[in-house]
C-alpha cells in the first residue's frame, strides 16, 4: 500500500523539520517497497528558503495530491505563515488526510486553522506558553515529544520530527521496521512520546544567552544544593529579579532547568554506565533513588530501571 506523504514549508522554514521526517520515510520505502512516496509543499509552490538560506522546490497546495499523512513544518516564518488565509483555508479542507501533523512551530498553522481546538498538543518548548496564550482552546503541553489526539499529531522541536517519523512509520509498517530504520539512521529508537524536551535545555550553554555561564556552572555542580537564592547570587542579582529574568529569558523557572539538567546527566548515567541507580541519584543531588524514579516518571514517563533495560536492549 503506498502512502502519499506531505510535507508542507514556507518561507524561513526550519530545515531539519523537513529533511528529517523526509529522510526516515525515505530509509523505510528502501526496506519495504511501495510504502511510501513523499511531496514537497508550499502555498504558492516553487523554490521556497529555508532559515538557513537553502531552497527547496515545492508544488503548489492547489496542486496537491491525494494525500495519507501531511506534515506541516516549523521554523521562524511559522510567524507569519499561520496568518495566511489561503493555507488555514487549505488545512481546514484536508478532512480526507488520514493523518495530520506538525513538527516544533509547525502547530500554530495547525492551531489558527483550527484543527487543534479541544486537543491535547505540543510544540518547541519555548514558544510552548506562546502556543497556550494564543490559543486557549488548545491543552497545552509543553514537555511532550509528540502527541497524538485522534488523527491530529503534533511534535516538539526539530530532531523531534524524526521521532514523529519514526512513531507513523512504527503504526504503517511495525515496530521492526521503525527500529531498522532508526538503526540506518544512528538515531536513537525510540525516545517515548510521553519523554520530555530533555535535550532542549544541553545547548543552551552554547547559545546567545546572558545565563549561559550559569548554565554551565550549574552542570559542573549537580551533585549540590541549587536554590533560587544560590543561583541569584552566582548573578549577582536578588532572588526576585533573577527568578524573574531567568524565566523570561528561558521560557521555564529556574528549578524546572536544575532538574532538566540532572535528568539529562542522569538519564545519560543510566543507560551508559554500570553505576548503580542509588550512586546516580546521590551524586546528581536528587538524594535518593525514590525521588530520581519519580521525576523520571515526570519527565520520560518511565522509571530508570526501565530506561536501562531498554537501552541495553537495543545494543544487543
Excluded: K
Excluded at 162 to 173: K, N, P
Amino acid at each position: 500500500m503506498l502512502r502519499v506523504i506531505g510535507l508542507f514549508l514556507f518561507a524561513d522554514f526550519q530545515i531539519l523539520d523537513v529533511v528529517g521526517p523526509l529522510t526516515s520515510f525515505e530509509v523505510a520505502e528502501r526496506f519495504v517497497s511501495g510504502s511510501y512516496s513523499t511531496v514537497l509543499l508550499s502555498a504558492e509552490g516553487g523554490a521556497v528558503r529555508s532559515s538557513a538560506g537553502v531552497p527547496l522546490e515545492t508544488i503548489s497546495i492547489a496542486e496537491a495530491p491525494a494525500l495519507d499523512t501531511l506534515i506541516v513544518s516549523g521554523g521562524d516564518g511559522s510567524r507569519t505563515a499561520m496568518h495566511h488565509g489561503a493555507t488555514s483555508a487549505w488545512l481546514r479542507r484536508v478532512v480526507e488526510v488520514r493523518r495530520v501533523c506538525s513538527v516544533c512551530s509547525g502547530a500554530f498553522l495547525l492551531a489558527a486553522a483550527g484543527l487543534l481546538d479541544g486537543r491535547r498538543a505540543t510544540t518547541h518548548w519555548r514558544r510552548a506558553e506562546q502556543l497556550a496564550r494564543l490559543f486557549p482552546a488548545i491543552a497545552v503541553e509543553p514537555d511532550r515529544i509528540h502527541i497524538r489526539d485522534g488523527h491530529v499529531w503534533t511534535s516538539a522541536g526539530i530532531t523531534a520530527g524524526i521521532d514523529l517519523a519514526l512513531a507513523l512509520i512504527a503504526e504503517d509498517l511495525g515496530e521492526e521496521t521503525a527500529r531498522r530504520v532508526a538503526q540506518e539512521m544512528v538515531v536513537y529508537y525510540r525516545r517515548p512520546g510521553g519523554q520530555s524536551q530533555f535535550s532542549a535545555l544541553a545547548d543552551l550553554g552554547g547559545q546567545q544567552t546572558p545565563f549561559a555561564p550559569l548554565l554551565e556552572w550549574i552542570r559542573s555542580h549537580l551533585d549540590q544544593r541549587l536554590t533560587v537564592e544560590i543561583l541569584a547570587e552566582r548573578c549577582a542579582m536578588s532572588p526576585r529579579n533573577f527568578s524573574r529574568a531567568f524565566t523570561r529569558e528561558m521560557g521555564v523557572s529556574p528549578a524546572r532547568v536544575v532538574e532538566r539538567l540532572r535528568l539529562e546527566v542522569a538519564r545519560e548515567r543510566v543507560e551508559g554506565s554500570p553505576q548503580p541507580i542509588e550512586h546516580i541519584a546521590a551524586t546528581l543531588g536528587f538524594h535518593d533513588p525514590e525521588r530520581m524514579r519519580r521525576a523520571f516518571l515526570r519527565a520520560f514517563g518511565q522509571p530508570p530501571q526501565a530506561m536501562r533495560r531498554l537501552a541495553r536492549a537495543q545494543t544487543v
